[in-house]
């Protein structure tokens, strides 16, 4: 099994705001998104650019995996902004709109061109109607080294604006797209996190929103509020419940009279070997939050 990265909490910080770059240091999240796209007006772009790229080389920010969210291709800052996250070593580069594979291939291109450390991951918005509706593609860019693809972070309030949808509680209008993505990502081997919640003050419908990513594969939520990273923390770790009931399999797998059986009853269920498979990394996760 690969090395698990617990990715439960992915936290939005705007580029433009050193006090909140500071702040995050001491923030729970496993993933910081550090933003040069959407919360940074045009006026404040370079300033954070610089801001943001002195932050992560000056470093202090522990086990939490710092990705540096650039401005998309078609912008008059996205060179400049993608040499500067590659000179300062961010874990990820996070891709704006991409809607075709040609976009990632470009940008491994370039990445090349600049010496990019090899640890540097490209982590791709899916946030267009083209997007979706090239998913499989975009995500079997990920088979060709040079593209760097590791995650898929879904842009819900994009994908709302372009195509009309409303936000509904359950999110019916959005679950086609969702479950494409999480399949698409899924099937070559790549994370993929949840979109966004807005409404900051509402706790039960935050909730529920990762309740149901939890419940449909997705490795964590982006978020938008640090209040929102306890819970999400939480909702995607496994609970005592699933680990023991994981150990269990796991123990019940590695008995003299289960050797070399595909099924066993276990508590009066069946049990198969990839139900073993299951249990390890659920047991793998927890142990990787728990370092």
């Not at 996070?94 to 450390?117: D, H």
């Not at 990502?185 to 939890?214: M, P, S, T, W």
Request: net charge negative.
């Amino acid at each position: 099994m690969t090395m698990i990265r617990p990715r439960r909490s992915a936290l939005y910080m705007p580029g433009s705001n050193a006090r909140a770059l500071e702040k995050a240091r001491e923030i729970d999240a496993d993933v910081l998104i550090l933003d040069l796209e959407d919360a940074v007006a045009p006026d404040a772009k370079e300033a954070a650019r610089d801001q943001v790229c002195a932050a992560v080389k000056a470093g202090g920010y522990g086990r939490r995996e710092l990705v540096i969210r650039v401005n998309g291709l078609d912008t008059p800052w996205f060179e400049a902004d993608l040499a500067a996250a590659t000179e300062a070593e961010s874990d990820a580069i996070l891709i704006p709109k991409v809607s075709s594979p040609e976009t990632l291939q470009r940008v491994g291109t370039l990445l090349e061109g600049l010496w990019a450390a090899p640890a540097i991951k490209v982590w791709a918005m899916v946030e267009t109607p083209l997007a979706v509706l090239d998913i499989e593609r975009i995500a079997r860019a990920a088979r060709d080294p040079r593209t760097r693809l590791a995650c898929f972070v879904m842009g819900t309030n994009d994908l709302a604006k372009e195509t009309r949808a409303r936000f509904l509680p359950g999110r019916a209008p959005m679950l086609p797209w969702l479950t494409s993505a999480l399949l698409a990502a899924r099937a070559h081997d790549i994370d993929i996190l949840d979109g966004v919640y807005n409404d900051i003050k509402d706790e039960a419908g935050f909730r529920a929103e990762c309740e149901q990513a939890r419940d449909l594969g997705f490795d964590g939520k982006t978020l938008i509020h640090p209040a929102q990273v306890g819970p999400a923390n939480a909702l995607f770790a496994p609970d005592e419940v699933e680990l023991t009931r994981a150990r269990a399999v796991i123990a019940a797998f590695s008995l003299p009279e289960n050797a070399g059986k595909g099924a066993i009853q276990l508590d009066g269920r069946m049990v198969e070997l990839l139900h073993a498979e299951m249990a390890r990394r659920t047991v793998a996760l927890a142990e990787a939050i728990a370092a």
